[in-house]
């Protein structure tokens, strides 16, 4: 599906700030793009699903990072251990 090609494409040149988390920044960098396309072309259900499905596996790095969160508040001696 050409949606998703040019979405790899942009992934790949995309360069997260360093002070950002890649899964709170993306969907921003993202959103003015998904914007124009659907202000050239009404997406059809496909490029919904597609778009949808590709927030929800970005969101979905995000979730790793609260269960290690998690995990290192609910174990004290794993937190003494990283630090």
Sequence with gaps: MALLAAF????????CPDQADLWKDLPIYLSPMIAWLEGCR?????????????KSEINRLGEGDERTDAEVSSHPRAAESSS
């Design 42 to 54: 009404p997406k059809g259900v496909g490029g919904g699903n597609a778009i949808r499905w590709l």
């Design 8 to 15: 790899q494409e942009v992934i790949r040149d995309y360069e």
